[in-house]
């Protein structure tokens, strides 16, 4: 498995959606550049002594992805960081998702995952995330067949972003009728959306469901989060979970008075506990559903 400092032999416990270089500013506000490395070391540092060992970085092209301020992040946090390839959905599109076609898309994602990413030799190990709309925009298409057509290619594993937990059907058909492996797709942000049937439908497929806005209570109460997690794990369905925060702005570090990635291991996670999951359970989830993703 490739991480931005070397090979990795295990992840340990993994956060499977978060940014270090984020900068969405542009289409937002500068609150959506995640531009203070001190503030994000600070975080990590945090999480690390807290028990996580690895983040998945799943900011692509057309992001603000910037892999060699990622490596230095690494370091500084002892955290491993595993990169992303592909693009994100409207309107955060860079140029090139409309002037090349779908195979040239799927050529530079290839490229980012078997020679690396800008110059660097530093590979890509996911190719994420990918979204829809609330419809699925004629690029969102392009994205979505250039991402089957790599994947395809190379066996990278596929994280796609939903927007409120909606179209995750949609995308599992897609990926499915363009011949993804569906036990290397995670379908993204599902906890913005708590429906147990559509749950259900969705794991009916053979993914894995990512709760991975933990923390972000404008959306959803957290207590909402860890009961349905509850009822997911009694349904038979531990084996397709991953958890992380999505934090995507300089509102939700520590430094600026958020909750920060140490969250999740210092107040979900209890939560988790006092619900009623095993610690068994959750290291499932943090990982062994990881590790099934990225080394199986």
């Known amino acids: 498995m490739n991480s931005v400092t070397g090979k990795l032999e295990k992840l340990g416990r993994t956060l499977m959606h978060e940014h270090l270089t984020i900068d969405l500013s542009a289409n937002k506000n500068e609150d959506a550049s995640l531009n203070d490395e001190e503030a994000i070391v600070e975080d990590l540092k945090e999480i690390r002594n807290a028990g996580i060992d690895t983040i998945v970085d799943v900011t692509n092209r057309g992001m603000g992805r910037d892999i060699r301020k990622m490596a230095i ?3 500084a946090s002892n955290i491993n960081v595993i990169a992303s390839t592909g693009y994100y959905k409207t309107p955060y599109l860079p140029d090139e998702v409309r002037s090349k076609n779908y195979k040239e898309l799927a050529g530079i994602m290839i490229s980012e995952i078997r020679e690396g990413i800008d110059g660097t030799g530093i590979k890509a190990g996911l190719i ?8 699925f925009t004629e690029e969102e298409e392009k994205v979505f067949m ?7 290619e190379t066996g990278t594993p596929i994280y796609t972003h939903t927007t409120m937990g909606k179209l995750a059907i949609e995308q599992l058909q897609f990926l499915k009728r363009n011949g993804v492996n569906l036990s290397k797709v995670i379908i993204g942000h599902i906890d913005l959306n708590p429906d147990m049937d559509y749950y259900s439908r969705i794991l009916d497929y053979g993914c894995f469901v990512g ?3 933990i923390g972000k209570l404008n959306y959803q109460p957290d207590k909402l989060r860890a009961e349905n997690i509850l009822r997911l794990v009694d349904m038979g369905y531990r084996d397709r979970i991953v958890l992380s925060l999505d934090i995507t702005r300089k509102s939700h570090l520590k430094r600026y008075g958020g909750y920060g990635h140490g969250y999740i291991m210092n107040t979900f996670i209890p939560m988790l506990l006092k619900n009623g999951l095993k610690q068994e359970d959750i290291d499932n989830m943090l990982i062994e559903n990881p590790a099934r ?3 199986t």
Do not use: Q, R, V
Not at 128 to 135: A, L, Y
Not at 146 to 152: L, R, T
């Open 73 to 75: 992040l690494s370091k």
């Open 128 to 135: 994420g995330e990918i979204g829809t709309s609330n419809i």
């Open 146 to 152: 250039a991402a089957c057509y790599a994947h395809n």
């Open 211 to 213: 709760f991975d806005t």
């Open 293 to 295: 993703i990225f080394l």
